[in-house]
């Protein structure tokens, strides 16, 4: 099946810092992208979904400033979060499809645990 | 709007028995997929099967089936012969194909022990 590879796997950062998390398509081109939130024990939450070379959209809720989604390439998606806070900390996982692939299948990235302090 | 339930927060089996996890799912698209994904303790996601709104069948891959009952609109997945290695948390998910952008949405997850 596709990779797709997330970096880093873990962060530690300070409350007030900004940290960016790369979600790449190794094999494949990613025409969409998606970012999750999970907390412990609890489902995966859609942040927002994106397209390559055009604007995320973002679900209710989630605030675009706080949590910057680029994807300027189809193997390439970035998620920053900028001035994070405790509240921040998670677990952060993206997905890829491709326009013909997406219909049945997403393939999922490892995952990002990201601890604020 | 479309929804996801799954109603077992927790699940214990015995090793090599079978285990049938539920989901019933809410959503007024005739044309939808339905998936369960895998999520060990390393967090991962692992897909395990795929049943299409128009499948007449059940979708079956190796040890995994899903009973589709689309007028009761659940998609339960059965492992048969549990394994240690089945022990995890479990999502059903659905996709409606009228959403352009493919996204999922998740139930609450089942997490699923296997005994020895």
Redesign the interface.
């Known amino acids: 099946?596709a990779v797709v590879s997330q970096h880093p796997s873990r962060v530690i950062c300070k409350s007030g810092t900004s940290v960016k998390i790369e979600c790449r398509s190794l094999d494949f081109q990613a025409t969409?992208m998606?970012w999750y939130r999970q907390f412990p024990?609890?489902?995966?939450m859609?942040m927002a979904?994106s397209n390559e070379g055009s604007k995320a959209?973002y679900e209710q809720g989630v605030e675009k400033d706080k949590f910057l989604i680029n994807h300027a390439s189809l193997t390439l998606s970035t998620l920053t979060v900028t001035s994070a806070h405790p509240e921040d900390s998670s677990?952060y996982?993206c997905?890829a499809?491709t326009s013909g692939r997406?219909?049945?299948?997403?393939?999922?990235g490892?995952?990002t645990?990201l601890t604020v302090l | 709007a479309q929804k996801i339930t799954q109603t077992q927060p927790g699940m214990f089996v015995q090793e090599k028995e079978a285990v049938t996890l539920d989901c019933t799912y809410d959503t007024s698209d005739q044309s939808y997929?339905l998936?369960w994904?895998k999520q060990p303790s390393?967090?991962?996601?692992i897909?395990l099967i795929?049943q299409g709104s128009y499948d007449e069948q059940n979708a079956t891959e190796g040890r995994y089936s899903l009973n589709f009952q689309k007028a009761r609109k659940s998609a339960n997945l059965v492992i048969s012969a549990s394994q240690l290695g089945d022990s995890a948390?479990y999502?059903c998910a659905m996709?409606e194909?009228a959403s352009n952008?493919?996204?999922?949405?998740?139930?609450?997850?089942t997490?699923l022990q296997v005994k020895p």
């Open positions: 099946g969409t998606f024990k609890k489902s995966l859609l979904t959209t677990f996982i997905s499809g997406a219909w049945n299948e997403q393939f999922f490892p995952g645990r | 997929g998936f994904y390393s967090g991962e996601m897909f795929y948390m999502f996709r194909r952008t493919g996204k999922l949405i998740f139930g609450q997850g997490t």
